[in-house]
Structures are given as structure tokens and as C-alpha cells.
């Protein structure tokens, strides 16, 4: 409990420095943290799925598309959600992501394993074709573009204040998130994961317990759509591309699964690292498809587990020279 306690506060302390931090480090940088925050609420939803429950999605991207696409249709075409309907954007972005989620959870989480993965893949490349094919809703492949942001009393074209706005969605949600997976709920989300039929024979509904898990993280991939949408200031299929679902796995793989920071800290690092080297040499991809390949081959827990691991180790090490000091003191 104690070590649980210590986490939190520096999780506390780490969100605290940013806000402090971030404001004063200039435009370029404060339009990158809030990105990279929008984002990590995607990833921290694949770690829900991953990390928690042991569903390896691949179309998350289909959610964070319909938030965003929903966010920047009613600005556009209907003038809605550019004052303070801006949070009945929000809740319907979520509604929308979770009810969509509920649609295809009928249909994937019947299969298992690969089969899981290949079925979401191509739900999500469905919502890809329909942003891609409906020219009259979405633009097709030229995308919708947003005027501006919502002002009602907050201006949100101001970039530091945005921020803000961000800022508490991400920590809002990550507090939830963890609130979940710390509960009875995401506790036999954990049992499902290391053995469904274990949790099968003891009375547990797994299929239940895995579609709401689907659909939970579903609303909160629509949420990061509609804040996507409003800090990137353009909406097109490249939002909801397989590649978005690709990237949000990649995320959470590298920072750690099972974690929720790990997630978020995986998302500031591969915003970071694009950013860095798209400056330095035109073949960043590569350097950056390295890291993932080392991360998976020499750090399959990621660096959070690396951390765990040092952690444990100067422990035991501590622990041990305890016991040698006890053995060898003179009775």
C-alpha cells in the first residue's frame, strides 16, 4: 500500500512540474504537450484493453475518428460546439466513441487472440473507407478544416489556456481510468487476462466483463478525438488510418502495458522523438521503427518494467545486505 501511495505522489509531482513547466517553454512546446496529451488518452484506452484485459486492439483509431470527425461536422456545417455547447460536444463525442464501441464489441470480442486483432483491424478500416468515400460529411481526402476554437468566457484559441483545458481532461481521465482497474471490476479484468477460464469456472461473466471494458474504452478514444480535433485544427482519413491504431499499440508497448503512465510517458516519447528527428534526418521513420523493434526484443515490459526491475533489484540487494550484516553481528 505504501509503495502504491509513493507512485501516485510522484505521478502527482511529475503532472504538477508539467503544468508549472510547460506554459513558460513557448508555443512550439506547449502546442506539442498538448498533442501528446490529447493522444496519451487514446493510448491509456488501448492500455485498457491491453495492459488490463488482455485484448490487443487494433481499431481504436475508429473511435478517436468519430470524436473527431463529430467535433469538427458540428463546428463546420451546424456552427455547434463554439461556445459553451462545446462540452455537448464532448459528452456526445464520448457517448458516440462508447456506442460505436458497443456495435463492434458484438461482433470482435466473440473471437480471441489474432482473430481478435484481425476482426477489429477491419472494423476500423470500415470507419476509414466511410471518412474516406462520404465527400459530403468528411471532405473525402481533403478533410474538414476548423476555423477556430470554442470562447465561452475561456478562450481557447489561446494556446496556453488550451493547454490547461487538456491538461485536466488527461489527468481527469487518467485518475478514472486508474480508479477502474484499481476496483473489483478492473481486478477481475487482471483475472481474465492471466486465465479466462480460471475466472470462467468461478462464476465470472468474461464475455460481459470484456464488452464493457470495449465499450468503456471506446468513449474514452472519443474523448481524445474531440480534443484531437480541436488542437489539430483539421480533421481527415488520415485520423482514423490504421496507422493511428498502430502507433497508440506502439505507445503503450514501449512505455510499458498494464500501467496507464506507461502509456502516457510512451506517447510523450514518440511525439518527442518525431519531433527531434524529423529535423535532423529525412529518414526518421526508421530510427524511430528501431526503437520500437529493440524495445519489444530487449524490453518487452518497457520501461516502466525497466524501471520495476531496477527498483527490485537494489531492493533485494538492500535486503540482502541486511541479512549479511544480521548473520555475521556477534551474539
Excluded at 512546446?29 to 485498457?48: E, G, N, P, Q
Excluded at 487472440?113 to 474516406?132: E, H, K, N, P, S
Excluded at 491504431?245 to 503503450?252: A, H, N, Q, T, Y
Amino acid at each position: 500500500m505504501a509503495n502504491q501511495q509513493f507512485k501516485i505522489l510522484i505521478v502527482a509531482a511529475t503532472l504538477a512540474t508539467l503544468v508549472l513547466i510547460v506554459p513558460h517553454s513557448g508555443s512550439f512546446v506547449v502546442l506539442l504537450a498538448t498533442r501528446a496529451m490529447a493522444f496519451a488518452i487514446l493510448a491509456m484506452s488501448v492500455d485498457l484493453l491491453l495492459g488490463f484485459t488482455g485484448l490487443s486492439s487494433m481499431g481504436q483509431a475508429a473511435y478517436f475518428g468519430v470524436g473527431a470527425y463529430l467535433t469538427a461536422v458540428l463546428a463546420t456545417k451546424f456552427h455547434f460546439g463554439l461556445g459553451w455547447d462545446f462540452w455537448i460536444v464532448v459528452i456526445l463525442g464520448i457517448l458516440l466513441g462508447a456506442a460505436l464501441a458497443a456495435l463492434f464489441g458484438l461482433f470482435a470480442i466473440r473471437a480471441g487472440g489474432v482473430y481478435f486483432l484481425m476482426i477489429t483491424l477491419a472494423l476500423g478500416q470500415c470507419v476509414w473507407g466511410l471518412a474516406y468515400r462520404w465527400n459530403s460529411l468528411t471532405g473525402g481526402d481533403n478533410g474538414i478544416n476548423m476555423s477556430g476554437r470554442p470562447n465561452f468566457g475561456l478562450d481557447l484559441g489561446n494556446e496556453v489556456t488550451f493547454f490547461y483545458l487538456v491538461f485536466a481532461f488527461f489527468a481527469v481521465s487518467m485518475a478514472l481510468m486508474y480508479v477502474l482497474v484499481r476496483s473489483p471490476f478492473g481486478q477481475s479484468l487482471a483475472g481474465i487476462r492471466e486465465r479466462e477460464l480460471r475466472m470462467q469456472i468461478l462464476g465470472y461473466n468474461t464475455w460481459l466483463h470484456k464488452y464493457i471494458a470495449f465499450i468503456i474504452a471506446g468513449g474514452f478514444g472519443g474523448l481524445a478525438g474531440v480534443l484531437w480535433a480541436q488542437t489539430n485544427g483539421h480533421v481527415s482519413p488520415e485520423t482514423v488510418v490504421l496507422t493511428t491504431s498502430v502507433d497508440s499499440l506502439l505507445m503503450v508497448v514501449l512505455g510499458g502495458s498494464g500501467t496507464l503512465v506507461g502509456a502516457a510517458i510512451g506517447t510523450a516519447i514518440v511525439f518527442g522523438l518525431r519531433e527531434y528527428l524529423s529535423t535532423l534526418v529525412p529518414w526518421w521513420q526508421y530510427v524511430l521503427g528501431g526503437v520500437y523493434v529493440l524495445t519489444i526484443l530487449y524490453l518487452p515490459m518497457g520501461l516502466m518494467g525497466l524501471l520495476s526491475g531496477v527498483r527490485q533489484r537494489f531492493g533485494s540487494q538492500g535486503k540482502g545486505e541486511g541479512l549479511k550484516k544480521l548473520a555475521t553481528k556477534p551474539s
